[in-house]
């Protein structure tokens, strides 16, 4: 995720707060100087990998409340795009949708990265 400038040290403390207090291991790293930083949660069993997926949430949530976005330099992919909808209405996904459509009519580009087949 990115955020904004302004919202980075917010950000920031975010992540190492919720991360300090989880008892889980993890690692920050990454691209401060770009308002965004790897956090990799790294969950030792099932009980440990269903808190990471929760705190993930959390963290995206934050990111959309400060006006961030999903994703910085790697995309939306696969993985993230179920989360599209905490950062854009339908509205906005139908548009980029559209677009989509518009420069790749026979749907064979990354077929099922970025958007779902309700969208296209």
Do not use: C, W
């Not at 677009?99 to 087949?117: M, Q, T, V, Y």
């Amino acid at each position: 995720m990115s955020v904004p400038d302004a919202a980075f040290p917010e950000m920031l403390r975010f992540y190492q707060e919720t991360l300090r207090t989880s008892q889980l291991r993890y690692t920050i790293f990454g691209h401060i100087g770009d308002n965004h930083v790897h956090v990799n949660i790294l969950p030792r069993d099932d009980h440990e990998a269903t808190k990471a997926r929760e705190i993930y949430l959390q963290f995206l949530k934050r990111a959309a409340a400060l006006g961030g976005t999903l994703s910085a330099e790697h995309g939306i992919g696969k993985l993230k795009r179920d989360y599209l909808p905490l950062f854009y209405s339908d509205a906005n996904l139908r548009e980029m949708a559209a677009l989509k459509r518009a420069f790749d009519p026979a749907g064979i580009l990354g077929r099922g990265n970025i958007f779902s087949e309700e969208y296209l």
